[in-house]
């Protein structure tokens, strides 16, 4: 703990060391069966192996609570493993409303015990953490995203003392692939000239942030929070075409000699020649 003022509830208190990206979700990223099994870590710069999760002194422990009981107690455990995605057969369990082959759109409000505001809690709450403060890193501090005068209306939405805020959309994808992709981003802004666009991804979860008065319509109706019937989306390689799409953020990362000895054992373990 440590003296500070807590950045969800703007009071002086005693700070925990908090995660940014939940300490739960790191758990499937560790590699079974290799002598060093800590989950890489890709930063502009280069690409590693590290046990090191991105932690500060940022919020005191009632507002600590209030991210667990607010959506991550109820999310983590359903995010994907190389083995299981219990988020997505929850959703496979209710009809969908849009059935194609590589497009599935699903009803939240049909789907038996999905907690909608827990979901959006825990991931608005993600992309708050990364307009709020400067998170560090091993290579430098995790880049900031900027909600601008949503930063406030969002927080008071985060802290349980304002609502969902007007002008801003959460829409929500699930990965069908098997396994999805298991890895994980913090908030990226994607550039839009009407509107501000930010997304996130962590095993099987994609999850986008449209805000601004200038965004389509359609935005409005895909959102789970408040579009109709609070959608949710099903396509496969949702985890690996939103990591194509970050290669030029990490195009000059150089591999450590750690790591590529890590990726030769991992394709002798499952019989692949180099």
Not at 39 to 63: D, G, L, N, W, Y
Not at 90 to 97: N, Y
Not at 202 to 214: D, F
Not at 269 to 274: A, F
Request: glycine residues 6%; charged residues 20%; aromatic residues 10%.
């Amino acid at each position: 703990m440590a003296p500070g003022t807590c950045l969800l509830c703007q009071l002086p208190k005693d700070l925990a060391d908090s995660h940014f990206l939940p300490a739960a979700a790191y758990k499937a990223l560790y590699a079974t069966g290799l002598p060093v099994n800590e989950p890489m870590v890709t930063t502009s710069k280069r690409v590693f192996q590290s046990s090191r999760q991105i932690t500060a002194h940022r919020f005191c422990s009632e507002c600590e609570d209030r991210f667990n009981s607010g959506g991550e107690s109820w999310m983590l455990d359903k995010l994907a493993t190389l083995s299981v995605f219990p988020l997505r057969e929850m959703v496979l369990a209710s009809s969908p409303i849009i059935d194609e082959a590589d497009f599935k759109v699903f009803s939240c409000d049909r789907v038996p015990d999905f907690k909608i505001e827990k979901l959006v809690h825990f991931a608005v709450g993600l992309f708050w953490k990364s307009a709020a403060c400067t998170w560090p890193m091993l290579d430098g501090p995790v880049n900031r995203i900027d909600l601008g005068p949503y930063l406030e209306p969002i927080r008071r939405f985060v802290h349980g003392t304002g609502p969902f805020p007007q002008n801003v959309c959460l829409v929500v994808y699930l990965d069908s692939s098997t396994p999805p992709l298991i890895a994980m981003t913090p908030p990226r802004k994607f550039q839009n000239e009407l509107f501000h666009l930010f997304v996130f991804y962590i095993n099987g979860l994609q999850c986008m942030l449209c805000v601004g008065k200038r965004a389509p319509g359609s935005y409005g109706d895909m959102s789970i929070a408040s579009g109709p019937g609070h959608p949710i989306f099903l396509m496969p390689e949702v985890g690996n075409r939103f990591f194509e799409v970050m290669k030029p953020y990490t195009q000059n990362s150089r591999p450590s000699t750690r790591i590529m000895k890590t990726l030769e054992e991992w394709k002798k373990l499952r019989g692949r020649s180099l």
